[in-house]
């Protein structure tokens, strides 16, 4: 029988394992964010390697932790968040390395879900005499990987909706004023957002209302900068928008319907946009749920939306929204403001869309901006 002394010390590394493997989160797509941590129990239970999937995916986790460790590996034990990998690709497979370097023993979180492991890996491990145990802190690794279990099992992103709001939920003030509605140390929040997602999506209104430049701007993440999205039926988007001007360096695409001027979306292309033709919906706008599984093909893997009133009310209206955060500041617009959420024809209380708070915080003592996490109830 396993000892509790024992088992805690399994999760102590595990969790040690999460943590290291979200450095990666809006940096890997369409990969997972995964870590591994190598520990030698007869070397006083010190950790020996440690390891994070790097940028655009490639090494993977167990490769930086074996590398790291060097000598040190063999008869280590192995806490891994997500499946080794069992497939031939850029890199020979993490299975195959974990076995080559001497690893007696294996945790793995939880199981991936891409066809081309989703047992194998662990299969090879076990065949080779490791033992792998699997399962621990499973619920805490699923989640730190939702985007990429749900564009493996679902066929799009994982989305996150941002919205910073007054107490009665106006985004303006009755002259169209926005900025800024919650403090600094908020924004610094929806920049941190930013830099875990792979890309952020927006409205041409937005774009030609605010002129964002949609980039993580705090210092030393400006790298982690998402993919910015423009959904534009009729390509308003100004060429001498900052979001365009910034395209060399950081992506942007922008979503149209099919059969728009060759010369405008030329020019857009010229100034390093990625146009992008999408299908419309019977009410003659593009089609939500369909430009979530284009962007999910292209590998995104966590979008993250940032917009005015209609595009937020369309991603509710389509049921799409998994995680919201929503910063509120202590202020009171009144009747004329306008709002985060339009109609959602919505007439009776039992068909109200339905969330589970997981988080509140306090943002900033000063300004007395809050922070809400919701959950979609399944």
Same mark, same amino acid.
């Given at each position: 029988m396993v000892n509790s002394e024992s088992q805690q010390v399994d999760i102590d590394h595990m969790r040690a394992a999460l943590q290291i493997a979200g450095r990666g989160l809006g940096n890997v797509w369409p990969n997972p964010a995964v870590g591994c941590v190598l520990v030698r129990e007869d070397l006083s239970g010190n950790v020996v390697g440690r390891g994070w999937t790097q940028p655009t995916g490639r090494p993977h986790a167990e490769t930086v932790a074996i590398k790291n460790a060097g000598k040190l590996c063999r008869g280590a034990t192995a806490y891994v968040t997500l499946e080794p990998c069992a497939h031939e690709g850029e890199t020979p497979p993490c299975a195959e390395q974990l076995i080559d370097a001497g690893i007696s023993k294996i945790f793995v979180a939880t199981i991936d879900p891409d066809e081309r492991v989703s047992g194998a890996g662990i299969a090879r491990l076990r065949s080779s005499g490791i033992s792998v145990i699997v399962g621990l802190l499973e619920t805490?690794?699923?989640?730190?990987?939702?985007?990429?279990?749900?564009?493996?099992?679902?066929?799009?992103?994982?989305?996150?909706?941002?919205?910073?709001?007054?107490?009665?939920?106006?985004?303006?003030?009755?002259?169209?004023?926005?900025?800024?509605?919650?403090?600094?140390?908020?924004?610094?929040?929806?920049?941190?957002?930013?830099?875990?997602?792979d890309a952020i999506i927006t409205g041409v209104g937005t774009v030609i209302a605010d002129n964002p430049s949609m980039t993580c701007r705090l210092p030393g993440l400006e790298r982690c900068s998402p993919i910015r999205i423009i959904l534009d039926s009729h390509l308003r988007t100004p060429v001498a928008a900052k979001i365009v001007e910034h395209s060399h360096r950081f992506p942007t695409w922008i979503i149209t319907r099919a059969n728009q001027p060759s010369s405008r979306a030329d020019e857009l292309i010229s100034n390093g946009c990625n146009i992008?033709?999408?299908?419309?919906?019977?009410?003659?706008?593009?089609?939500?749920?369909?430009?979530?599984?284009?962007?999910?093909?292209?590998?995104?893997?966590? =979008? /993250?939306?940032? &917009? @005015?009133?209609?595009?937020?009310?369309?991603?509710?209206?389509?049921? !799409?929204? %998994?995680? +919201?955060?929503?910063?509120?500041?202590?202020? =009171? /617009?009144?009747? &004329? @403001?306008?709002?985060?959420?339009?109609?959602?024809?919505?007439?009776? !209380?039992? %068909?109200? +869309?339905?969330?589970?708070?997981?988080?509140?915080?306090?943002?900033?003592?000063?300004?007395?901006?809050?922070?809400?996490?919701?959950?979609?109830?399944?």
């Open positions: 805490e690794a699923r989640q730190l990987n939702e985007g990429f279990f749900h564009r493996v099992e679902n066929d799009r992103p994982y989305v996150i909706m941002k919205l910073a709001t007054t107490m009665d939920s106006k985004i303006t003030a009755q002259n169209g004023e926005s900025q800024w509605i919650t403090g600094e140390q908020a924004r610094r929040r929806g920049h941190l957002l930013r830099a875990r997602c992008i033709e999408a299908e419309i919906d019977n009410k003659g706008l593009l089609d939500i749920a369909g430009i979530c599984r284009i962007i999910a093909d292209k590998g995104v893997t966590r =979008l /993250l939306v940032e &917009g @005015g009133s209609k595009l937020t009310t369309s991603f509710f209206k389509t049921g !799409l929204v %998994d995680e +919201l955060h929503w910063f509120r500041a202590p202020k =009171l /617009l009144g009747s &004329g @403001g306008g709002e985060a959420i339009g109609e959602m024809n919505i007439n009776n !209380l039992k %068909d109200a +869309l339905l969330f589970d708070r997981t988080t509140v915080r306090s943002i900033d003592k000063d300004s007395g901006d809050i922070e809400e996490i919701f959950r979609r109830r399944k």
